[in-house]
């Protein structure tokens, strides 16, 4: 029979023709695949489409669809809100005077949230009252308490609030969301929505009817707005390996919660970044390059609805849905108010998805921090290195229109870029 060394020889060797054949096998079913590059992409578009589009929850009945959350509906384009002013045991309030700050606030001023809003959804959102088009305020009313009542807050200013304007023609019906603010309060936060959470919250209050507000301010709501049309915070990521040096992921990562500093669903009152708006159905499938082979890509400033390219999303070997997303900022509309620190490249984000509906998009840091630089800025010059995915993202030279992206799947290490 044979001998211990003779039966190694004959396992190893049937390894070797199991991994041999692997390859082989592999091999022909890319070879299969090649002829069909186009349907490849269109696969990849229809994933990228599907992966962004929302399950309306059971729980969800207050809400009718959201319409702009299906790419490729007709918009109605217009969402009704109602502003209920509580005011607070003991303070002192003139109606009229905060009914106005409040308009010009959120619907009718150069910075409302509408505008905002207007901005963001290259004109397909908008906001207004159901009575009138400059938006419907309500309030004040006086109530016997004089803080935010804890994690009750929800279920104790809701109903008071609703029966206290009901007086005055409101019915929760008319609207698709409410904002009620409150005067006076000694409440931790600037504003609240039900789905407020921090990652993996409850997913069953995605969409958030009811939305607090404790400061008069147009960004304040846009945020809290943000969580009512279903969005999480725009969050950051930054990794380093164990040379301290910046790579796409390792396991020594550190997340913050609000890091977008672009984006009004992180630290700021920039415009959403493109990952919310391609979700919101505010970017079309005709405005993302889907990138899945080496070349020189172009991308067009994300605030203006005339660019013709407003997001890169790059592919990665064996993930069908793309793993990278390019935007280009300019100071333009929102964007002006931002720091000018960053407008000096391109950015990268990436994304989370929780349940079946919950997408967190993650600022990527990119480039090693100096002084006077910003980590999640790829700036002329600079390449971001996936070396996990063989794919490298360079950017090339940058305009005021455009910017020029190099993008490089190695061989050794793409099934995607093969020819
Ligand atoms: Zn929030």
């Not at 207050?62 to 002013?85: C, D, E, Q, R």
């Not at 010059?381 to 992206?405: H, K, P, R, W, Y």
């Given at each position: 029979m044979f001998d211990r060394k003779q039966i190694i020889g004959i396992i190893l060797m049937i390894i070797l023709l199991s991994v041999v054949s692997f390859v082989i096998y592999k091999n022909l079913n890319l070879f299969d695949t090649k002829t069909n590059t186009i349907s490849k992409v269109d696969t990849t578009l229809s994933k990228l489409?599907?992966?962004?589009?929302?399950?309306?929850?059971?729980?969800?009945?207050?809400?009718?669809?959201?319409?702009?959350?299906?790419?490729?509906?007709?918009?109605?384009?217009?969402?009704?809100?109602?502003?209920?002013?509580?005011?607070?045991?003991?303070?002192?309030?003139?109606?009229?005077?905060?009914?106005?700050?409040?308009?010009?606030?959120?619907?009718?001023?150069?910075?409302?949230?509408?505008?905002?809003?207007?901005?963001?959804?290259?004109?397909?959102?908008?906001?207004?009252?159901?009575?009138s088009k400059e938006g419907d305020i309500y309030g004040y009313y006086n109530v016997p308490y004089n803080n935010c009542i804890g994690s009750d807050i929800f279920k104790i200013y809701i109903p008071l609030a609703e029966t206290l304007a009901k007086a005055d023609g409101y019915s929760p019906e008319l609207y698709d969301y409410i904002i009620l603010y409150l005067k006076g309060s000694n409440c931790k936060f600037k504003g609240d929505a039900m789905n407020d959470l921090p990652v993996g919250g409850n997913l069953s209050n995605l969409f958030s009817k009811y939305m607090f507000a404790t400061t008069i301010d147009s960004f304040v709501v846009a945020h809290e707005l943000g969580h009512g049309l279903?969005?999480?915070?725009?969050?950051?990521?930054?990794?380093?390996?164990?040379?301290?040096?910046?790579?796409?992921?390792?396991?020594?990562?550190?997340?913050?919660?609000?890091?977008?500093?672009?984006?009004?669903?992180?630290?700021?009152?920039?415009?959403?970044?493109?990952?919310?708006?391609?979700?919101?159905?505010?970017?079309?499938?005709?405005?993302?390059?889907?990138?899945?082979?080496?070349?020189?890509?172009?991308?067009?400033?994300?605030?203006?609805?005339?660019?013709?390219?407003?997001?890169?999303?790059?592919?990665?070997?064996?993930?069908?849905?793309?793993?990278?997303?390019?935007?280009?900022?300019?100071?333009?509309?929102?964007?002006?108010?931002?720091?000018k620190n960053l407008f000096g490249g391109i950015t990268i984000r990436t994304f989370e998805q929780f349940g079946s509906t919950q997408i967190v998009p993650r600022l990527i840091g990119v480039a090693n921090k100096t002084k006077e630089n910003n980590?999640?800025?790829?700036?002329?010059?600079?390449?971001?290195?996936?070396?996990?995915?063989?794919?490298?993202?360079?950017?090339?030279?940058?305009?005021?229109?455009?910017?020029?992206?190099?993008?490089t799947y190695k061989k050794s290490n793409s099934l995607l870029n093969k020819k």
């Open positions: 489409n599907k992966s962004y589009n929302y399950t309306k929850d059971s729980s969800d009945v207050s809400h009718k669809p959201i319409s702009a959350l299906y790419p490729g509906f007709s918009l109605n384009g217009t969402k009704k809100l109602a502003v209920i002013m509580i005011n607070l045991k003991n303070q002192s309030a003139d109606s009229a005077t905060d009914q106005e700050l409040m308009r010009q606030a959120i619907f009718t001023g150069e910075n409302s949230t509408n505008a905002f809003y207007k901005e963001n959804s290259y004109g397909l959102l908008e906001l207004r009252g159901y009575y279903g969005l999480s915070h725009s969050q950051s990521i930054i990794c380093v390996n164990s040379e301290n040096i910046l790579v796409p992921t390792s396991n020594n990562c550190k997340i913050d919660e609000y890091g977008d500093s672009f984006d009004v669903m992180g630290y700021s009152k920039g415009n959403l970044n493109s990952i919310q708006k391609i979700r919101l159905g505010w970017i079309f499938p005709s405005e993302i390059t889907i990138i899945n082979s080496s070349g020189d890509y172009v991308i067009n400033s994300l605030e203006l609805q005339s660019s013709i390219i407003k997001t890169l999303a790059i592919s990665v070997p064996m993930q069908e849905t793309p793993k990278y997303y390019v935007e280009y900022r300019r100071p333009i509309g929102f964007d002006a108010k931002l720091d980590p999640y800025i790829l700036r002329p010059g600079q390449t971001f290195e996936d070396d996990t995915n063989g794919v490298s993202i360079t950017l090339v030279s940058m305009n005021n229109n455009s910017a020029n992206v190099e993008v």
